[in-house]
């Protein structure tokens, strides 16, 4: 059945969370729920919409999969505990590497993660707690571009026509599949979330899985997260929807210290844009841009180039992978 859209426009986040949380609560029954937080809009507002409906019978986990940002897992687990909700932290890291070995195509890297995630990490998990349910964030978009066939989205099923219950012995319950990010925002702000939550910057799921091209190892993940660090770091005092660094597997010969060094390129993006459906390049100054190249090239170990995307979405995706 296809989901029917809330705009914005239309939106009441009282009414909305009033309602997936009567919808959560009578669908769990008096069961168990589990799910997965990853500090993103997304999942912290399921988090928290599932801690309403109901309380401590949902267990929520960080799956750490070796390729969160820097001290990701500690970060959130500790904004959590602030806002009372007590975090799980699940060493998967090797889980995710043994699966991602020797995979180079995107989509196949992309349903390496759906496996390990749904199948491994989360069936044990549901196993282990009793839980029949999982709650996720799957947001409009996610789902428009994975039955679109551009880019399956690590979280969609039932509109492939797949069953999770028969695929992983779950069922998942999405609270947030009528809405797209700047509803997600409205109604993670109406759930006492705080700005650097609800105004977070969209992260994928496979994480930086999606920012090496090719074979992504913990090797080319280590390179990436520091890349993605100083960008993150760069760009923190200029509003934009997004903003990422991707490792190319192409390398290209570079000079250091007067010698040859055939090394490694960056390609930063940086994108305005509502919703993610579409999206433009940002029109950073020349001297965001050098100064963020000097220092990838200063401080990345083997990185000789640092390159900026000025394409569009369309054509472009945002994500690389
Ligand atoms: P693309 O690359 O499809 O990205 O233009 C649009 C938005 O979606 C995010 N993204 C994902 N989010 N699972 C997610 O939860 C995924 O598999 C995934 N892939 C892309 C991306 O970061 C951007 O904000």
Redesign the pocket.
């Given at each position: 059945m296809p989901v029917k859209e809330i705009k914005v426009a239309e939106l009441n986040a009282e009414d909305f969370i009033a309602e997936k949380t009567k919808e959560i609560a009578s669908i769990v029954g008096d069961g168990l729920a589990v799910n997965a937080l990853s500090g993103g809009v997304?999942s912290s507002a399921v988090t928290m919409l599932g801690h309403k409906a109901l309380g401590k019978r949902l267990k929520t986990y960080f799956i750490n999969n070796g390729l969160m940002r820097q001290n990701e897992p500690e970060k959130i687990v500790s904004l959590f505990k602030e806002l009372g909700v007590q975090v799980e932290i699940v060493d998967a890291q090797e889980k995710f590497f043994n699966a991602l070995k020797g995979i180079t195509d995107p989509e196949e890297k992309?349903e390496a993660i759906t496996q390990t995630f749904y199948k491994e990490v989360f069936g044990r998990l549901v196993k282990e707690s009793q839980a029949k349910h999982l709650l996720q964030g799957t947001i409009l978009?996610?789902v428009d571009?994975t039955v679109a066939g551009?880019?399956r989205?690590?979280?969609v099923f039932e509109q492939l026509g797949i069953n999770p219950e028969e695929a992983f012995g779950y069922k998942i319950i999405e609270p947030l599949v009528q809405l797209r990010k700047d509803g997600v925002r409205v109604v993670a702000e109406a759930l006492g979330l705080p700005r650097s939550v609800f105004n977070r910057m969209?992260?994928?799921?496979?994480a930086l899985s999606?920012r090496v091209i090719a074979e992504a190892t913990p090797e080319k993940i280590k390179i990436v997260r520091l890349a993605t660090a100083i960008t993150e770091e760069e760009l923190a005092s200029i509003s934009v929807f997004?903003c990422m660094a991707i490792l190319h597997q192409d390398r290209v010969t570079g000079i250091r210290n007067g010698k040859r060094e055939f090394g490694l390129q960056v390609e930063i993006r940086c994108w305005d844009s509502i919703d993610?459906r579409v999206a433009k390049p940002t029109r950073l100054s020349y001297d965001i841009l050098e100064r963020l190249a000097n220092r990838i090239v200063t401080e990345v170990p083997g990185v000789v180039s640092v390159t900026y995307n000025i394409t569009a979405?369309p054509p472009s995706?945002?994500?690389a992978v």
């Open positions: 997304d992309r978009t996610d571009e551009i880019k989205q690590h979280n969209p992260f994928p799921g496979p999606a997004q993610a979405k995706t945002m994500e």
